[in-house]
């Protein structure tokens, strides 16, 4: 009796160390995964990421990735503020001479792209030198769309460096020549949330673009929303 017994019991733990390794190997695989999207996606902008206006080659466009003017409680979105401070920078030395704000324009109340324009328009810069694109829901859209709706083979990237990275390996992966202009960053002690929402994003972006780049370029290509110059 305790014989059998004992077996069962051995073929209980047998069974558990099974499972944990089974577990500790998926787990390893996808902490595998997740460094090498970041990797991937970091390597895409070396060399192509400047911090100084002087450094940035001309372009004729450069694309002004989108996100909310304001945040929780009515307080302004510094990611926001910044990027339209780079914008203004690069326009006024003449580093680009038309900029496509890109972004979501799905609700007109809080169109991003309608919000950068205005900034935008208060702080100088021509409303004639300014195209919006309402598709931007995402960065991918956003690239996707500069190509295949507006054209652009070659354009400068306007946001913080980490998503100028990010835009920059979908550029590449979709034949664009792009480099990024950064624009200055949030602490991350500030805007923890955005940075851990970036490691997935780039995991999202290197999936995508691996498993659905043909469907992503069809879909942007044919979809028109309401733009305005």
Not at 46 to 53: A, I, L, Q
Not at 98 to 107: A, E, F, H, V
Not at 124 to 133: H, K, M, R, V, Y
Not at 161 to 185: K, M, S, T, Y
């Amino acid at each position: 009796m305790q014989l059998a017994q004992d077996a069962t019991n051995e073929r209980k733990r047998t069974i558990f160390v099974v499972l944990v390794s089974c577990f500790l190997v998926a787990l390893g695989g996808v902490g595998a995964l997740l460094l090498l999207c970041q990797w991937w996606v970091y390597a895409a902008g070396d060399s192509r990421v400047f911090k100084k206006v002087s450094d940035v080659p001309e372009n004729e466009v450069g694309l002004v990735l989108g996100t909310a003017k304001w945040v929780r409680r009515g307080k302004l979105n510094r990611f926001f503020s910044y990027r339209i401070d780079a914008a203004v920078r690069l326009y006024k030395c003449g580093k680009v001479r038309r900029l496509l704000l890109s972004g979501n324009g799905i609700n007109r109340d809080r169109s991003e792209p309608e919000q950068m324009r205005k900034e935008l328009i208060d702080r100088g810069i021509p409303a004639d030198a300014l195209s919006l694109d309402n598709g931007g829901i995402r960065t991918l859209d956003s690239i996707v769309r500069a190509k295949m709706v507006y054209g652009l083979n070659q354009m400068t990237i306007i946001s913080q460096e980490f998503h100028n990275r990010r835009a920059l390996f979908l550029c590449r992966v979709f034949g664009i020549d792009a480099v990024g202009f950064n624009a200055e960053n949030v602490p991350a002690s500030q805007a923890l949330r955005t940075f851990l929402r970036e490691l997935l994003a780039r995991v999202d972006a290197v999936l995508a673009v691996t498993l659905f780049r043909q469907s992503l370029a069809e879909r942007n290509g044919s979809i028109e929303m309401t733009n305005s110059n």
